[in-house]
């Protein structure tokens, strides 16, 4: 940006925690669509369960560090750390009211009606109390472990993300009074299915309902749950000679002891035992939230296991695209449909499985492929991606794995898969020090004649096929030799001691990225009919937004996606009212970047990859941009967009002042119906 642009002041930005709270409030939106199945209302509740404590843990925990360090900055639009928490209570308090309503007095009665019923021990009868005391006895009793507090026992640590019973209990012979703790084994199901499948009792009243054999001889007062959240954001000290997995491992045991950042309880605990609670978890009124009904909503995933098919959305497993299409009894040449051409894949719409995971296992398996290169941030537990890489190690081709010890909450999974390509044979790096690699990047090199080729796939998403089946993710594969010159010095960057910044076709953070969209965005400006389209999860980045504001100014048509945080105000007189911003969230995370520069009808720019315009994507990650420049590849590009920019289904629209409204159903398009149906379409006119 020139020296000569307007400076913007606070009133130009939204709050990135308050953004991402009305994020959370969409997904909370999507159970009361009366076009979702029950289940999937239920699944949504649980999702925005996890989402809540996935912010406590960090950006709350972030926000309170801030404030016990004394710190009183502020963020770009000038709330301090202190004004932070206060307006993220107001919109958390709300979040939880509308939620234990949409609860108690919608789902719970509509799933009741298709007899999956949450029961109360109390209301039981004979024989299904019969059942859960065999079941307390057999499997409960043997894992819980009751805990007094008294003078030669201390307040018990509360562990993060522990679900509890707070007991009162009194010695009949001395008449005194003790206080006790039981944790929920986190190991056991979350709610106990009664034996005919479809009524559920929550573990914590099963529990409750058996503590005279947890506390003989003594007299249960009373009883109440809590929960409680901690500090979980992982500050690793790096330095050149330090053990990275060493220091990981250490703070993993360390993050169950993280400051206590919130306190839930239901609305009734009594003060006694509220003032007790508070007092020895060092708790003020401000960390505590009264919740009706259960605590812990991220449990409903248990219920979305059930086998109840007709209360969910139809499966959808992906089509394989036409060009990787083959008779029932040949393979396809993976390798061969690469060099023809790019080919773009976009999930969970293209099969997971056909493209990417079909992509690998073909080079583990590949006689004439030499070696193999990818980056791993987030997989699963039984990855046939990372069962390929060691079948590939193991068959003596070079195979580098660039293993993200630091993707939160994933840090002990990856661990675990990094010691195991190591025993393999595979060559296991951790990245770069101080930055956090992100990039979703493949290589496979090939002896091909005479010659080595390289074979690339550069993507949005992760290399994991549980989540290609409901995060929305592009990919590309590519054969060009600047892509896999770049990708090869990439990889040289990351694994070594490479001060490679320079690269010919990709644009790579934390040096890259920022500069040439900075770049496109100017270039935009500068045409009369200028016109920008981001795709993106979030557009935090206050240099981004600057240079959109000014583009706006300048006459330029500006099309926003973005599926989460967006500290941009939209639709200003004089400021940005050449600019529109979407989101949409349904059956599908949109989860794609996809950024193009120019109008219809001219030469646009395309670039896909890991980055969203957040300053740690930026200026402290590793990520990749990639240029789509192929007609056909475009044509999808475009199609992909267009019908995002259209849907009046599931999309809302962010006002000025920062709140978002539902999108006017007008023509009823549902981007991700209709993406299904296209890639449906495509499939059934190659066969």
Same mark, same amino acid.
């Given at each position: 940006?020139?020296?000569?642009?307007?400076?913007?002041? =606070?009133?130009?930005?939204?709050?990135?925690?308050?953004?991402?709270?009305?994020?959370?409030?969409? *997904?909370?939106?999507?159970?009361?669509?009366?076009?979702?199945?029950?289940? #999937?209302?239920?699944?949504?509740?649980?999702?925005?369960?996890?989402?809540?404590?996935?912010?406590?843990?960090?950006?709350?925990?972030?926000?309170? #560090?801030?404030?016990? !360090?004394?710190?009183?900055?502020?963020?770009?639009? &000038?709330?301090?750390?202190?004004?932070?928490?206060?307006?993220?209570?107001?919109?958390?308090?709300?979040?939880?009211?509308? %939620?234990?309503?949409?609860?108690?007095?919608?789902?719970?009665?509509?799933?009741?009606?298709?007899?999956? %019923?949450?029961?109360?021990?109390?209301?039981?009868?004979?024989?299904?109390?019969?059942?859960?005391? @065999?079941?307390?006895?057999?499997?409960?009793?043997?894992?819980?472990?009751?805990?007094?507090?008294?003078?030669?026992?201390?307040? =018990?640590?509360?562990?993060?993300?522990?679900?509890?019973?707070?007991?009162? %209990?009194?010695?009949?012979?001395?008449?005194?009074?003790?206080?006790?703790?039981?944790?929920?084994?986190?190991? /056991?199901?979350?709610?106990?299915?009664?034996?005919?499948?479809?009524?559920?009792?929550?573990?914590?009243?099963?529990?409750?309902?058996?503590?005279?054999?947890?506390?003989?001889?003594?007299?249960?007062?009373? !009883?109440?749950?809590?929960?409680?959240?901690?500090?979980?954001?992982?500050?690793?000290?790096?330095? #050149?000679?330090?053990?990275?997995?060493? @220091?990981?491992?250490?703070?993993?045991?360390?993050?169950?002891?993280?400051?206590?950042?919130?306190?839930?309880?239901? =609305?009734?605990?009594?003060?006694?035992?509220?003032?007790?609670?508070?007092?020895?978890?060092?708790?003020?009124?401000?960390?505590?939230?009264?919740?009706?009904?259960?605590?812990? /909503?991220?449990?409903?995933?248990?219920?979305?296991?059930?086998?109840?098919?007709?209360?969910?959305?139809?499966?959808?497993?992906?089509?394989?695209?036409?060009?990787?299409?083959?008779?029932?009894?040949?393979?396809?040449?993976?390798?061969?449909?690469?060099?023809?051409?790019?080919?773009?894949?976009?999930?969970?719409?293209?099969?997971?499985?056909?493209?990417?995971? &079909?992509?690998?296992?073909?080079?583990?398996?590949?006689?004439?492929?030499?070696?193999?290169?990818?980056?791993?941030?987030?997989?699963?537990?039984?990855?046939?991606?990372?069962?390929?890489?060691?079948?590939? @190690?193991?068959?003596?081709?070079?195979?580098?794995?660039?293993?993200?010890?630091?993707?939160?909450?994933?840090?002990?999974?990856?661990?675990?898969?990094?010691?195991?390509?190591?025993?393999?044979?595979?060559?296991?790096?951790?990245? *770069?020090?101080?930055?956090?690699?992100?990039?979703?990047?493949?290589?496979?090199?090939?002896?091909?004649?005479?010659?080595?080729?390289?074979?690339?796939?550069?993507?949005?998403?992760?290399? $994991?096929?549980?989540? &290609?089946?409901?995060?929305?993710?592009?990919?590309?594969?590519?054969?060009?030799?600047?892509?896999?010159?770049?990708?090869?010095?990439?990889? $040289?960057?990351?694994?070594?001691?490479?001060?490679?910044?320079?690269?010919?076709?990709?644009?790579?953070?934390?040096?890259?990225?920022?500069?040439?969209?900075?770049?496109?965005?100017?270039?935009?400006?500068?045409?009369?009919?200028?016109?920008?389209?981001?795709?993106? $999860?979030?557009?935090?980045?206050?240099?981004?937004?600057?240079?959109?504001?000014?583009?706006?100014?300048?006459?330029?048509?500006?099309?926003?996606?973005?599926?989460?945080?967006?500290?941009?105000?939209?639709?200003?007189?004089?400021?940005?009212? $050449?600019?529109?911003?979407?989101?949409?969230?349904?059956?599908?995370?949109?989860?794609?970047?996809?950024?193009?520069?120019?109008?219809?009808?001219?030469?646009?720019?395309?670039?896909?990859?890991?980055?969203?315009?957040?300053?740690?994507?930026?200026?402290?990650? *590793?990520?990749?941009?990639?240029?789509? #420049?192929?007609?056909?590849?475009?044509?999808?590009?475009?199609?992909?967009?267009?019908?995002?920019?259209?849907?009046?289904? /599931?999309?809302? !629209?962010?006002?000025?002042?920062?709140?978002?409204?539902?999108?006017?159903?007008?023509?009823?398009?549902?981007? !991700?119906?209709?993406?299904?149906?296209?890639?449906?379409?495509?499939?059934?006119?190659?066969?």
């Amino acid at each position: 940006m020139s020296d000569d642009l307007p400076i913007y002041g =606070p009133e130009h930005f939204i709050n990135r925690e308050l953004s991402w709270l009305a994020f959370n409030r969409r *997904v909370l939106a999507l159970t009361e669509r009366e076009d979702f199945p029950l289940l #999937e209302k239920a699944k949504f509740l649980a999702i925005w369960a996890e989402n809540m404590d996935e912010f406590f843990q960090v950006r709350v925990a972030g926000i309170k #560090e801030q404030l016990a !360090h004394g710190l009183r900055s502020t963020t770009p639009d &000038a709330l301090t750390p202190g004004q932070q928490l206060a307006e993220i209570r107001r919109e958390v308090e709300n979040q939880y009211e509308e %939620v234990s309503k949409r609860f108690l007095a919608e789902i719970a009665p509509a799933l009741s009606q298709e007899g999956i %019923v949450f029961s109360d021990y109390s209301t039981l009868d004979g024989e299904d109390r019969e059942f859960l005391d @065999a079941k307390f006895r057999d499997l409960v009793f043997p894992v819980v472990t009751p805990l007094a507090v008294d003078p030669s026992h201390p307040f =018990p640590y509360i562990s993060n993300l522990s679900l509890n019973l707070a007991i009162f %209990v009194r010695n009949p012979e001395t008449g005194l009074t003790k206080f006790a703790r039981v944790k929920i084994p986190p190991i /056991l199901p979350r709610f106990v299915v009664l034996p005919d499948g479809e009524r559920f009792v929550p573990l914590e009243q099963v529990i409750a309902s058996h503590l005279g054999a947890l506390f003989p001889g003594m007299e249960v007062l009373g !009883h109440d749950v809590f929960r409680v959240t901690r500090n979980a954001d992982l500050e690793i000290e790096e330095d #050149e000679g330090g053990d990275l997995l060493m @220091a990981i491992e250490s703070e993993l045991t360390q993050r169950r002891f993280g400051s206590m950042v919130r306190l839930e309880v239901h =609305p009734d605990i009594p003060d006694e035992l509220l003032d007790l609670l508070m007092r020895e978890m060092r708790a003020t009124e401000d960390d505590v939230y009264r919740v009706e009904g259960p605590l812990d /909503l991220a449990g409903l995933w248990s219920l979305y296991e059930l086998n109840r098919p007709e209360l969910k959305f139809t499966p959808f497993s992906g089509v394989t695209p036409s060009r990787l299409s083959t008779a029932p009894t040949e393979t396809v040449d993976f390798f061969e449909v690469i060099s023809q051409g790019d080919l773009l894949v976009h999930h969970p719409y293209d099969a997971f499985s056909t493209t990417v995971e &079909a992509f690998i296992t073909r080079a583990a398996r590949d006689p004439e492929v030499l070696a193999i290169k990818i980056t791993l941030y987030r997989t699963t537990q039984a990855s046939p991606i990372m069962r390929a890489l060691i079948e590939a @190690a193991q068959e003596g081709k070079q195979v580098v794995a660039l293993v993200e010890l630091k993707a939160r909450f994933d840090e002990e999974r990856n661990i675990e898969w990094a010691q195991r390509l190591e025993d393999a044979g595979v060559h296991v790096m951790y990245g *770069v020090v101080g930055l956090k690699t992100h990039t979703k990047i493949a290589l496979v090199m090939r002896k091909e004649g005479s010659r080595i080729v390289r074979y690339a796939h550069v993507g949005t998403g992760n290399y $994991n096929e549980t989540t &290609a089946r409901t995060y929305e993710d592009i990919g590309v594969f590519s054969a060009d030799p600047g892509i896999g010159a770049d990708l090869s010095d990439l990889f $040289n960057y990351l694994t070594g001691y490479s001060r490679q910044s320079a690269f010919r076709r990709l644009a790579v953070s934390p040096t890259g990225i920022r500069p040439q969209i900075l770049e496109l965005i100017d270039q935009e400006a500068s045409r009369r009919d200028g016109h920008i389209t981001m795709k993106m $999860n979030s557009l935090v980045d206050a240099e981004v937004i600057a240079a959109l504001y000014d583009a706006s100014q300048a006459g330029t048509r500006i099309d926003l996606i973005v599926r989460g945080i967006c500290c941009l105000r939209p639709g200003v007189d004089g400021l940005s009212e $050449n600019i529109r911003v979407r989101s949409l969230v349904g059956r599908y995370l949109e989860h794609s970047r996809i950024y193009r520069f120019g109008a219809r009808g001219r030469d646009r720019q395309y670039l896909i990859g890991s980055a969203d315009m957040m300053p740690r994507n930026l200026d402290r990650r *590793v990520e990749a941009l990639a240029p789509v #420049e192929g007609p056909d590849l475009q044509f999808r590009l475009d199609e992909i967009l267009d019908v995002v920019l259209s849907d009046d289904n /599931l999309a809302w !629209h962010l006002q000025p002042d920062g709140s978002w409204r539902r999108v006017a159903s007008t023509t009823g398009i549902d981007a !991700h119906v209709a993406l299904q149906d296209l890639a449906q379409a495509r499939a059934s006119a190659h066969l």
